[in-house]
Structure formats: C-alpha cells, structure tokens
C-alpha cells in the first residue's frame, strides 16, 4: 500500500512538471473507490496549478477547483509524453499540453475526486479527521503526549489510525516504536511525555529516511519512475520475525494487533 513517503515521492516526481501546463482531454476507465464529481469535459482547458500533499491525498490544483487523488491499495500515478495507449487498469488520465498523468490501479481502492476547493465539498469530507502533518512544527511530543492521553488503544493502533497524526504506516509504526525503544502493546495514554518526544521524533525520522530512500518496497508500489524504493530493506523489526535484534541480539517477535502486523524487539522495547 503506498504510504505518506511514496505519495511525497510521487508528488516530487511530476508537480514542477505538470504545473502551467493545459488539461487538453481527460479519460475515464473503470470506476474508481469514489465518482469523480464533476463532468470531465468541465477540467478541459484548465489550467494546472501546485500540487500539494494532505496525509496520503494529492491536490492537484485547476484554475477552477482542483482534483483530489488517493493511491489507494495498489494505485500508482505516471506522467510522461508518452505513455502509450491505456491498458486494463488505467482508470485516469488527466492529458495535458506537457503530458499524461495517469493513475493505474489494480484493486480500484484509489480515487480522483474534484472538489471546488481542499476544504470545500467532497475534499473536505475526505481530508477533516486527518492528523498533523509529520514534518509540521505542529508535530511534537506535546501534541502527541496531549493526543494520547486517557487512551486505552495500544500505542500502536493510536498512530496507525491518522488522527493524532498522518503518514505512520505499518511499516513506519514499527520502527519508529523501536527506534523511540517503546513495547507497541503500551496502552497509548501510558506513554510519558519524555517518551512522546522521543517517538515524535523518531516518526520524524523514519518517514525523512523513507522519503530519502524512496519509499519502500512494498509489493504493490512503484514510484511514477517506475523503481520500488529501498525503505524496507533498512527495516530494522520490520518484517523481521525470529531475527536477532541488530541492537541487542534478542529476537524479533510478531503480534496482531488490530488485524495487522506488528514487529518489535522484546529487548529494547519497554512498556
Ligand atoms: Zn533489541
């Protein structure tokens, strides 16, 4: 599934380019997680303006409204002159004077909704309940410690579930819990605020380092060059049941928790 990183990492790869250039057509393939919203004939003769990211949403900006696209499970976005002719799990095409964005996505979770505006109409609904942004100054151990607190949710959950704040993934949850030395299974409003700081940091870190290394690898996800990122080969708990720790020695242990995965050393780990 693509996470907050790979999003980013897709953002970098297409936003200077597209930006200015003119919707000439746009076509539509199966149906996406959500309708579209709008008549595509309306986005033809727009202009494109920034892209930026909300969590794991893209805005695209026109002259009038803009486009909200979400990723979903296994979707990814390309743009280039030439993309050659759409195939069966192309569902998007935004075609401009400089090239084709284009969302190709398997399993269909992922979305392109028009919306006036980021905090008008469908795109409001969507991006309301979102957390802070990682890499906002808003993202600190007091906002974490003050989120968490009276939570009975393990630590973990807390932060998958993107209200506190977006982009800690799975993969992301796990390291950072490991890099901050905190047992995922801590009920939420247990963790201090000493140890809010660390982790807030620690997420900080982990996503810096993903965004650095591309995003990673999961099955689904290839960047809009078409490379898998690199992320998961440096995981150090993640993925890495009945591994010894590469801090401790001790061995790496996988529980469920809220139907998903989670991995940590029961060594460095402390509730
Ligand atoms: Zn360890």
New binding site residues.
């Given amino acids: 599934m693509p996470e907050l990183p790979e999003v980013e990492v897709t953002r970098r790869s297409f936003a200077e380019r597209i930006a200015g250039a003119r919707v000439t057509a746009v076509r539509l393939g199966k149906p996406l997680r959500w309708p579209l919203g709008v008549d595509p004939q309306e986005l033809v003769a727009q202009r494109v303006g920034p892209v930026t990211r909300r969590g794991k949403y893209l805005w695209l900006a026109l002259e009038r409204g803009g486009l909200l696209l979400h990723l979903g499970m296994s979707g990814s976005l390309a743009f280039g002159a030439r993309l050659g002719t759409p195939g069966p799990h192309d569902h998007f095409d935004l075609v401009t004077q400089r090239g084709t964005l284009r969302l190709t996505d398997p399993r269909r979770f992922g979305a392109v909704v028009w919306s006036p505006a980021p905090h008008e109409g469908a795109a409001s609904k969507l991006l309301g309940g979102l957390g802070v942004e990682p890499f906002d100054d808003a993202f600190t151990g007091a906002h974490l410690h003050a989120a968490l607190r009276g939570r009975r949710v393990s630590i973990k959950e807390a932060l998958l579930g993107g209200r506190i704040v977006v982009g800690a993934g799975n993969i992301y949850a796990c390291e950072a819990l490991f890099e901050a030395g905190i047992d995922p299974r801590t009920p939420g409003g247990r963790v201090s605020r000493a140890r809010c700081d660390l982790l807030a940091a620690a997420l900080r870190r982990t996503l810096l380092r993903a965004l650095q290394t591309g995003g990673s690898t999961l099955r689904d996800f290839r960047d809009t060059h078409g490379a898998a990122g690199e992320f998961q080969r440096e995981a150090r708990v993640y993925g890495r049941a009945g591994q010894p ?1 590469v ?4 061995t790496i242990r996988r529980v469920v928790q809220g139907q998903r995965a989670t991995f940590y ?1 029961p ?2 780990q402390k509730r």
């Fill in positions: 720790c801090r401790c020695g001790a050393c060594g460095c």
